[in-house]
C-alpha cells in the first residue's frame, strides 16, 4: 500500500460544491437505509391509517364540520400529523452518535453541515412516500381534493416544507439527548399535545375557550387550515403566509441550533 | 508517494485536556515517522482514546499543539482529515449498507472520484476477504468481517497516517493475526500508524516505538528491548506450588539470598539471571540439594507488563479482561521454560 500524495496538494477548503456533492451523498446513504427497513415505513404509516379509520368511522359521526364531509375535514389533519409523526431525524442522528459512524464522518474531509441535510433531505423523501399512502387510504375513506391539482399540489409542498423544517427540531432533539431510546419518546410526546389542540381533527371553536386561544395560535392549527383551505376550497391567504411564516421561522431558529449542536458533540 | 516531507509526521507537543474537573491529558510529547508504528501502551483510562480524538480532529485539547503531516489538527483540520483513517474501538459500518457500499460511500466523501471510489472499494473487498459478503448488508457480517470493513474504509484513500484506536480489541486470534499482519504491511508501504492498545504483546509485536501512557502522561518511550532493559535483563523465575513449599524454596535458594526478589503473595521468586543459564543451573543445583519441589522454573526475559510494573508500581492489566494472545509473537523472547518436578 503506498501513501497518498504531498500534503499540499490536498483540497484545503470545504467549497459549495463539495458540500453539495457530500449532501447527496449521505442524502442517499440515509435513502439506502430507509429502503433496507421497509417494515419501519410501513409502521410509521399504519398509525396514521388507523386514524383514518378511527376517526371517520367511529368518532366522525359524532363531529359536526361546517360545511364539508368529516373525511374532507380530517385528512388534512391527518397528512400534517404523518409528517409530525413519522419523522426519524432525531433516532438516527442519536444512533449514529451512539455507535460510532458519527465519528467516522467527523474523521472525513467533508462538510459537517452535509451530515444534517442530508438526513432531513431524506426524511423528506420518506414523507413524499407516507404521504401519497395516506392520500390513497383517505380517498378510499371518502376524502376528495375539491379544489383542483394546482391546489393540492401546493398543500402537499407546504406540508413537506414545514415537516422539512420541523426534521431540524427533530435533528436539535437527537443531538441533544444522544440516545436513540430517548431520541424516540422525546420526539414523540412533545408533539403529541400541538396535534391534539389543533384544529387537526375537531374544529377549534368545540375546545374550552382557554384552550382554544392556545389551539388557534400554534403552528399545527395554521398548517391544518392552510392545507383545509388549499384542498376544499375557502380563503387561504392568510393561513399561508402565517404557514410561511412559521416554516421560515423553525428554520432560521433551528438550523443554526442543530449546526451549532453539532459542532459542539 | 512524495517524501518530501522529512521529520515526524504525527506530532503532539504538551497536548492537555481536562473533563470537568478530571484531567484526560496532562502534557503529551509524541512523534511518529512514515513507515513507522507506534504504539501508545496503557490500561483503561490512561487517556489513550482523549488522545487519538485529538489527532484525529474529533476533540479539541485545552493547550499544546498537534500536528499531522505538519499541519495543525485544529487551524488546518479539513486538510488532516484529508490525511488520516480512523479506525475506532467500535467498528463503525453502516449496518444497513453493504460491504461495498460502505467503501464507496466513504470513498466518495474522502473526495475520491466515484469511479476511484468503486475501483478502490472493491480492491479492499478482494484484499480483506470480503469478496464473497460485498454485497450483503453489514449487519449480516461477524464481529471480525465488520472490524476488517471497518479497517478497510479507513484506507481507502491511501492515508499516510492511520490512527488505529485499539484496533484488535474483542477480535478472535485469526482475526487479530490478519490486523497485525495488516498493520506491518501499512508501515513497510510508508504510512505512519497510531494505534492504541492494552495488550503488551501486541505493542511488542507490532511497534517500532512504544510510548507507555498513565494518568494522562506518558512515562516511559522507546523500542521494546530499550522498554524491557528498564526491568534490568533476564531473570530466573521460581514458582513454588504453596506458601510451604515457598518457604522451602526461600531457605534452600539461602546461598543467593543478596539477589532474592521475594513475592509471596503471587508465590513468586526472581534471581537476577545477567548470565541466563548459569544462574539457573546454579538454582537448579540448591533445589536438587535440598530436594525441594517447585512447580515452575525458568529462564524470563520481562515483559511489557513487567515494564509496567516497574515503571508505575502496578501491572498494566488492571483490567480483568485478560489479553489474549493470537499466536506466540515472533518478536517477544518467549519464556524458556526447564519444569521440574523433583
Known amino acids: 500500500m503506498t501513501a497518498a500524495a504531498d500534503p499540499a496538494a490536498i483540497p484545503a477548503a470545504i467549497t459549495p460544491a463539495s458540500t453539495v456533492r457530500d449532501i447527496a451523498i449521505i442524502t442517499r446513504r440515509n435513502l439506502w437505509r430507509i429502503a433496507r427497513t421497509p417494515q419501519l415505513l410501513v409502521f410509521t404509516t399504519i398509525q396514521p391509517v388507523l386514524f383514518v379509520l378511527l376517526f371517520v368511522y367511529v368518532f366522525g359521526g359524532a363531529i359536526r364540520t361546517p360545511g364539508m364531509s368529516y373525511a374532507d375535514y380530517l385528512l388534512p389533519g391527518i397528512f400534517v400529523q404523518t409528517v409530525l409523526f413519522g419523522g426519524t431525524t432525531a433516532v438516527a442522528l442519536a444512533t449514529d452518535l451512539a455507535s460510532g459512524m458519527d465519528d467516522r464522518f467527523r474523521s472525513l474531509p467533508m462538510a459537517r453541515s452535509a451530515v444534517l441535510a442530508g438526513r432531513t433531505l431524506a426524511d423528506t423523501s420518506r414523507n413524499i412516500i407516507t404521504l401519497a399512502i395516506v392520500t390513497a387510504v383517505g380517498m378510499l375513506a371518502g376524502f376528495r381534493f375539491h379544489n383542483g391539482a394546482a391546489a393540492a399540489l401546493a398543500a402537499m409542498g407546504l406540508i413537506l416544507a414545514f415537516g422539512y423544517a420541523f426534521s431540524w427540531f427533530s435533528a436539535v432533539l437527537g443531538l441533544t439527548v444522544k440516545d436513540p431510546q430517548t431520541a424516540q419518546i422525546a420526539g414523540f410526546l412533545p408533539i403529541f399535545p400541538f396535534i391534539f389542540a389543533s384544529s387537526a381533527f375537531v374544529p377549534v371553536a368545540s375546545m374550552p375557550g382557554w384552550m382554544q386561544a392556545f389551539a388557534k395560535a400554534q403552528p399545527v392549527t395554521v398548517l391544518v387550515n392552510a392545507v383545509r383551505a388549499l384542498t376544499q376550497g375557502g380563503p387561504v391567504s392568510h393561513w399561508l403566509w402565517q404557514t410561511a411564516a412559521w416554516t421560515a421561522g423553525f428554520l432560521a431558529v433551528f438550523v443554526p441550533l442543530a449546526v451549532s449542536r453539532y459542532r459542539k458533540t | ?342
Not at chain 2, 515517522?33 to 480524538?53: C, D, F, I
Open chain 2, 1 to 342: 508517494m512524495n517524501d518530501t516531507t522529512l521529520g515526524p509526521v504525527i506530532e503532539a507537543w504538551r497536548i492537555r485536556k481536562a473533563f470537568g474537573p478530571t484531567q484526560a491529558l496532562g502534557g503529551v510529547d509524541l512523534a511518529a515517522e512514515r513507515g513507522q508504528v507506534l504504539a501508545l501502551l496503557g490500561p483503561n483510562g490512561a487517556g489513550k482514546t482523549t488522545l487519538v480524538r485529538i489527532l484525529a480532529t474529533l476533540l479539541r485539547q485545552d493547550s499544546g499543539q498537534a500536528r499531522i503531516a505538519g499541519l495543525d489538527t485544529v487551524t488546518d483540520a479539513t486538510r488532516v482529515r484529508s490525511l488520516i483513517g480512523l479506525s475506532g474501538q467500535f467498528a463503525a459500518v453502516d449496518d444497513l449498507l453493504t460491504g461495498y457500499q460502505n467503501l464507496e460511500m466513504i470513498g466518495q466523501l474522502y473526495r475520491l472520484s466515484t469511479a476511484e471510489a468503486r475501483s478502490r472499494a472493491a480492491d479492499l473487498i478482494e484484499r480483506f476477504g470480503l469478496t464473497s459478503a460485498a454485497g450483503r448488508l453489514a449487519r449480516t457480517y461477524s464481529g471480525g468481517m465488520r472490524r476488517r470493513l471497518d479497517l478497510a474504509a479507513s484506507l481507502i484513500a491511501r492515508p499516510p497516517v492511520l490512527i488505529l484506536d485499539e484496533p484488535t480489541t474483542g477480535l478472535d486470534p485469526s482475526t487479530r493475526l490478519e490486523v497485525w499482519n495488516t498493520v506491518d504491511a501499512l508501515a513497510a508501504g510508508g504510512a505512519a500508524v497510531l494505534l492504541t492498545t492494552q495488550y503488551l504483546e501486541e505493542a511488542d509485536r507490532l511497534a517500532h516505538r512504544i510510548a507507555v501512557l498513565d494518568h494522562g502522561l506518558v512515562i516511559a518511550t522507546g523500542t521494546a528491548s530499550q522498554l524491557k532493559d528498564k526491568t534490568g535483563g533476564d531473570l530466573v523465575e521460581v514458582r513454588p506450588g504453596s506458601a510451604g513449599e515457598f518457604d522451602q524454596v526461600v531457605a534452600a535458594l539461602r546461598p543467593l539470598a543478596g539477589r532474592l526478589a521475594q513475592d509471596r503473595e503471587r508465590l513468586r521468586i526472581r534471581i537476577p539471571a545477567p548470565d541466563g543459564a548459569t544462574t539457573l543451573r546454579a538454582v537448579l543445583g540448591l533445589l536438587d540439594h535440598a530436594g525441594v519441589a517447585v512447580h515452575d522454573i525458568g529462564v524470563r526475559r520481562p515483559s511489557l507488563d513487567d515494564v509496567f510494573l516497574a515503571l508505575t508500581g502496578r501491572g498494566a492489566t488492571s483490567d480483568p479482561t485478560a489479553p489474549p494472545t493470537a499466536a506466540p509473537p515472533p518478536r517477544r523472547a518467549g519464556r524458556k521454560a526447564v519444569r521440574s518436578r523433583t
